[in-house]
């Protein structure tokens, strides 16, 4: 049996260790991983996961149907039309 308490045991990231945990306002948050060319990216949400595609034109926005995600570092951005409005989103701090 795992001893969870003892030094340097991690708990495993929720949306997987690959991926990168935004924190937005009013604690709402979301796990996000591109693809190695930055084309397409994988939003999780708690209850769904959606893939994105790169905008043509503005390379900072991905859609999929009425989802719009804008990289915007400190200022990202996660919006469903009526349903989702993700806002002020961070990623973790560097090091």
């Known amino acids: 049996m795992p001893r969870v308490f003892e030094k340097g045991t991690r708990e495993t990231p929720r949306y997987g260790k690959d991926a990168v945990h935004y ?4 604690y709402q948050s979301f796990g996000l991983k591109l693809s190695q060319n930055g084309e397409d990216a994988w939003v999780m949400l708690p209850d769904h996961e959606v893939g994105l595609l790169r905008d043509a034109k503005d390379k900072q926005l991905y859609h999929y149907g009425t989802m719009d995600l804008r990289l915007n570092g400190d200022q990202t951005t996660l ?7 993700l806002k ?3 990623p973790p701090q560097s090091n």
């Open 23 to 26: 924190q937005c306002e009013n």
């Open 79 to 85: 919006d469903d039309s009526d349903h989702l409005h």
């Open 88 to 90: 002020n989103c961070k």
